[in-house]
């Protein structure tokens, strides 16, 4: 595993292109996009004022930075660096801005969710979208970029519109059995929207493309309900993680749950792996202690080594005392993701912040868990393959596959604090952040050790 | 007991009012041991009491004390002390007899007395400690009821707390539904009245935002606005269309034909899937038949015909349609006629099953049945048969692995002469033909020798006689010519020492043209045998004939060949002979036989050294 340079980052603005050529980055208001193999620096942008958002467009050509402060949006295009576009909402506000799938508009919604508005690049026309629901997840895409999902709410009451996105024509408006929604999302294939109401009820609606209720589904009521969704890689299942530390796992034929995955803090069973990171402070040999203390570059290393042990059952988990009389209380599942391969399920349950569980999706059954010395901050799939990169805020990147797990010290001055991460497309290399810098570390491939193996080859 | 003797003899000796003092001094004492410590003490008393009583009896009041003793007596139904008196004014008379006998009768019954208070006392004794033993008992168990009614209480006083604390509980527990209930409606109807106020309030929201809508966007903000360097063009390079009717329409039509893909790609799986299944379940049926079959002719006996019938049927149907076909068929009537054909075997398998479990479970119960025990001696004597041929087949073993060890042994020699004849076998067999051959040929021969010899024998007699003539023709001769001169008859020696090489060397020459040196020949030493050899040109025949000439030169014809030299004229008879003695080499079959005999030997030697490594 090789670690690049740190470079400067402010406020975890970090992306690759979708197309996986380039590393967009910004420092307080430039935008720098990097060359993903080399890392030099191909385009430096300098915006109005300190970016807040940025997000590429679906053929890489396009970057957006917003700046909600300032209710603006700058566009700059990687073909033509002299070529911009800077759309004002003026005082209409801004909170959220994302490109269409086609890459050729944006949308802009404005503050207290009056409307959106949907600028175009290729030609003047500028479309309005009234009534947006001020929720979680209002807007969701299909995959194939054809159509959009937008939550709405008139006269108190939950409305999905879908949009042809190629002309932005309403093709579907129907309202919604729920109190509250608070998210929407499209099935990988396109043809199945979820949506969920908000956490004071245990609700999740599945409506066709045409706006057919396909299925309702409630584990309970009278209680917290749903806190995350997640739909398999596949379209196959979906994966409803709630307040009471469970995943409900739903199928695609009958909408009825499969199984549910409890998320005890104690676990007995002898089949799972537990492996708990644990922390060892390095043995100093007395001639270390002789020589006069190193530089601060290197203390970090010294400091302590960190590396997981199996632990064997029963295991009992760090627990988080939720404080109930406060909202937004830290329990249930607060994270869930499908591996690609729709084999494995990774989640989090807040009030076990801690511990990753891995879920195996063919046997229906817990797999691992990975107790993490420090809270985890964030989770992510290889997107080629069954391997998850863990950070929990530390200087230590964190990786499980089937096969194992490991923890690895990200190197530099300095403690480098990961707070983010996000997976290169090739699944080779992956961005790390921290406050303000980002590190891209390149993870040993197949490829790249049989190239090593011929050169050492050749040497020989 | 000793002791009471003595004491109430004393006491009787003294006077009968102490013992019966001292008796019932002695009663009113609870044990022995007491008792004796009470006589103890009252010995001493009794000698006081004797002087003290002794008044009643003194030598003056003796027929006052005899009356009275008498009349006590008497009142105790003892006869009386006096005798009978013979008349009114005569004093009656003591009689000794009758104080003797009643004394007697006294001690008897003191005797008897003392012995009933023994028994009484042991009595008492025993009830006393009896007595004992119960009232402690007693005591005991007073104590016991006392504890457990403390217990009972206790308990009593515990289930009373229990039930109330239940009832209590129980009070609470409705007090607690209640509340729940309570708090589930106040719950619903805070949920109602937040929904209500969330509606409220998103009216005023909404009135809000539509006024800060109005507010906003109509003013026809100058800002909002999008300032670009030129448009790019759209990602497909097509142009934008207009919003139309047909678009709509088209936008439908693409909506359904995706929704129909979905549709039709699930589709595709689900029937994949469905035939998977189907498969699998063919298989699973055609298993079930063929385990079903195999016992088909026991259980139509005793499984009612159902079995058969559903057997035969799906028999049939495999004979009316393909299977492959009727697999296909997803139509209700074969669905129905799979599933209720299917649901049969099952049923037959699943009576099947049970019966085996219930015959397993039969032969469990019927572990000590007298059939069982029939089957154990059966088993017993099977076992025994079958430890006897183990132990058979172990003693068979140890044989052979003796012998087998003894063969290890012995195998350095035998065996591998063994393996080597059975290589061999084959070449043996050859050999011994050759063998006889050779044999056939030796007596041949043996034959010829014996006719050379003979011919040898006559040979020297003709030469004896030969020799005779010659001297005989010597001496005629020197008679003839005695003027002969010394240097004659030595060249007459000399001749005689090599005539016969000569008259030989013709004889050659005349058999053989080719032979250059015939003279060295003459000597029979191998080295003109080589010398021969050398000389002759290869040519096969001739070196056959060297080779049987050495051979037979080894063997048999040396000496032939040595008497050579010394003839003088071999001409007739020696030409004969070797006449026919070439005729015998050149034979084949005799050639082969030396060859044979040569090639026997070095194919022994070739043999051995086979071995060596």
Known sequence: MNFSEVFKLSSLLCKFSPDGKYLASCVQYRLVVRDVNTLQILQLYTCLDQIQHIEWSADSLFILCAMYKRGLVQVWSLEQPEWHCKIDEGSAGLVASCWSPDGRHILNTTEFHLRITVWSLCTKSVSYIKYPKACLQGITFTRDGRYMALAE???????VSIFVCSDWQLLRHFDTDTQDLTGIEWAPNGCVLAVWDTCLEYKILLYSLDGRLLSAYSAYEWSLGIKSVAWSPSSQFLAVGSYDGKVRI??????????????PATINNPKIVVYKE?????????????????????????????KYEIASVPVSLQTLKPVTDRANPKIGIGMLAFSPDSYFLATRNDNIPNAVWVWDIQKLRLFAVLEQLSPVRTFQWDPQQPRLAICTGGSRLYLWSPAGCMSVQVPGEGDFAVLSLCWHLSGDSMALLSKDHVCLCFLETEAAVSTACRQLGGHT | MGDWMTVTDRGLSSESKTISQYTSEIKMSPSSLYSQQVLCSSIPLSKNVHSFFSAFCTEDNIEQSISYLDQELTTFGFPSLYEESKGKETKRELNIVAVLNCMNELLVLQRKNLLAQENVETQNLKLGSDMDHLQSCYSKLK???????REMIGLQERDRQLQCKNRSLHQLLKNEKDEVQKLQNIIASRATQYNHDMKRKEREYNKLKERLHQLVMNKKDKKIAMDILNYVGRADGKRGSWRTGKTEARNEDEMYKILLNDYEYRQKQILMENAELKKVLQQMKKEMISLLSPQKKKPRERVDDSTGTVISDVEEDAGELSRESMWDLSCETVREQLTNSIRKQWRILKSHVEKLDNQVSKVHLEGFNDEDVISRQDHEQETEKLELEIQQCKEMIKTQQQLLQQLATACDDDTTSLLRDCYLLEEK???????????????????????????AIRLGLERKAFEEERASWLKQQFLNMTTFDHQNSENVKLFSAFSGSSDWDNLIVHSRQPQKKPHSVSNGSPVCMSKLTKSLPASPSTSDFCQTRSCVSEHSSINVLNITPEEIKPNQVGGECTNQKWSVASRPGSQEGCYSGCSLTYTNSHVEKDDLP
């Open chain 1, 153 to 159: 709410r008139r006269d108190c009451k939950d409305y």
């Open chain 2, 143 to 149: 104590e016991q009821l006392e504890t457990s009614r």
């Open chain 1, 250 to 263: 739903l199928n695609h034929v009958t909408w009825k749950m499969i199984t549910e995955f409890g998320h």
């Open chain 2, 429 to 455: 067999e050859r050999l011994k033909e050759e063998w006889s051959l050779f044999k056939e040929q030796k007596k041949n021969f043996e034959r010829e020798r014996r006719s050379f010899t003979e011919a």
């Open chain 1, 278 to 306: 644990a922390e060892k402070s390095p043995q100093l040999g007395l001639g270390c202690l002789s020589f006069p203390p190193p530089g601060a570059g290197a203390s970090p290393l010294l400091s302590s080594e960190s």
